[in-house]
């Protein structure tokens, strides 16, 4: 059974920063950051291949995000910069067999029990 445990988050002020980490028990081919809001769908934040750290950001994280990971370490961190009141939210790491490294929740088959992240107006 693969596990996925998440730490870092906490309550934070508009344009501080946090930074997530994520450890697996198993290296996957990709990673990911999601996150979900109350009362919305989970929504795609980063990824990054693990084989040669290629990254993919959603329009809301470029610029302010950064994904990276630490093979030796299984370990992935979400470095958030400049946060917003409505970046509130669970956020979970995901691991996926696919190189692919699309946004859509199906293709990951490993799920973390997320973080809360608070940011505080």
């Known amino acids: 059974q693969v596990q996925l445990i998440e730490s870092g988050g906490g309550l934070v002020q508009e344009g501080d920063s946090l930074r997530l980490s994520c450890t697996t028990s198993?290296?996957?081919?990709?990673m990911a950051w999601f996150r979900q809001a109350p009362g919305k769908e989970r929504e795609f934040v980063a990824a990054v291949r693990l084989r040669d750290g290629t990254t993919n950001y959603s329009d809301s994280a470029k610029g302010r995000f950064r994904i990276s990971r630490d093979i030796a370490r299984r370990a992935l961190y979400l470095q958030m910069n400049t946060l917003k009141f409505e970046d509130t939210a669970v956020y979970y790491c995901?691991?996926?067999?696919?190189?692919?490294?699309?946004?859509?929740?199906?293709?990951?088959?490993?799920w973390g029990q997320g973080t809360q992240v608070t940011v505080s107006s």
């Open positions: 198993k290296r996957t081919a990709s």
């Open positions: 995901a691991g996926s067999e696919s190189m692919l490294l699309f946004g859509n929740i199906s293709l990951y088959d490993y």
